[in-house]
């Protein structure tokens, strides 16, 4: 009887503390949800071409054809290149400017999509994490019930073996 109470003691005592150790899991799994979440919405949501490196890129491109124009001007001054030509490579110019700006949305799209397939990645990873935990939970909790009714049924049968000997020595005393 008394290892009967010591047992739903020290199981009760288990159950504590196998709880605590999920709620914090549980607590570290939302946190690590949250921080995907925000770095989801911050790269996502955000402006491909503000970004530090398509704005160098622009910075340089910007920086060469205000110099590849300046180069022009000075040569048609020396070679009396007409104000059409000029103003041809100063299209040609301006066109690869644009043409820049093309492939940098491109690759701002290429970006969403990696970012995106990185989130649904993190996002099922911790999804998979939680029901692990939870599962783990409930592993925990049939195999303490079993082993509570497996000690109920060898009390029963110990009780009815205690009861049958008991009988016997009684008929047997008769």
């Known amino acids: 009887m008394f290892a009967s109470i010591f047992n739903g003691i020290k199981a009760r005592k288990q159950r504590k503390a196998a709880e605590k150790e999920q709620k914090n899991a549980l607590q570290a799994l939302d946190s690590q949800q949250t921080q995907v979440d925000n770095l989801f919405n911050s790269e996502y949501y955000g ?7 398509s704005q160098a890129l622009l910075k340089n491109l910007r920086k060469q054809t205000q110099q590849l124009n300046q ?35 491109a690759n701002g799209a290429q970006w969403k ?31 303490a ?17 205690t009861i049958l000997s008991m009988a016997q020595l009684s008929s047997g005393m008769l």
């Open 71 to 105: 180069q022009t001007l000075t040569q048609s001054a020396v070679t009396g290149t007409t104000p059409e030509a000029i103003a041809a490579q100063q299209k040609n110019n301006a066109e690869t400017i644009g043409n820049t700006y093309s492939a940098i949305a």
């Open 113 to 143: 999509n990696n970012v995106l397939n990185n989130y649904i990645n993190h996002s099922a990873a911790i999804n998979d994490k939680r029901y692990n935990t939870y599962m783990n939970a409930s592993n925990m909790f049939r195999n």
């Open 47 to 53: 402006d491909y071409i503000n970004r530090s490196d």
């Open 145 to 161: 019930s079993e082993n509570a009714l497996q000690n109920v049924g060898r009390r029963l049968e110990n009780l009815d073996n």
